[in-house]
């Protein structure tokens, strides 16, 4: 499974990006799909997922009525949603694959994208 994750920029606080990951190979509607970010100087830390049918999401609480997660397995991607952006939402963000979950900890996916870059000015 190749994972592309795309969507990421500059945007203000307040602001709205869709964070979009494009997957590849290997049949992925079987699998759930979770994005984590990476700050500056921080670990790599869980943001949302989503199960393989869709109907189960899963947030940190630090985005949950912010940010929304959604799956078109027909197009093989899902997307991240992220409304009122603020400064320390800045980070690479990360999609990948796995089949239990929607999990919320890294060892639970078994693939990954390379990560687009966000950046929240405030």
């Known amino acids: 499974v190749q994972l592309q994750a795309s969507g990421g920029g500059l945007v203000q606080a307040g602001g709205s990006l869709r964070l979009s990951c494009a997957t590849s190979?290997?049949?992925?509607?079987?699998?759930?799909m979770g994005w984590f970010r990476q700050a500056p100087g921080k670990e790599r830390e869980f943001v949302a997922a989503?199960?393989?049918?869709?109907?189960?999401?899963n947030f940190a609480d630090s985005v949950k009525d912010r940010f929304s997660i959604s799956r078109a397995n027909a197009k093989n991607t899902v997307y991240l949603q992220m409304n009122s952006l603020k400064p320390e939402d800045t980070a690479v963000y990360y999609c990948?694959?796995?089949?239990?979950?929607?999990?919320?900890?890294?060892?639970?996916?078994?693939?990954w994208g390379q990560g687009t870059l966000v950046t929240v000015s405030s």
């Open positions: 990948a694959a796995g089949r239990s979950g929607p999990g919320s900890t890294q060892n639970q996916y078994e693939y």
């Open positions: 989503i199960s393989w049918s869709g109907r189960s999401a």
């Open positions: 190979g290997r049949t992925v509607t079987e699998y759930s």
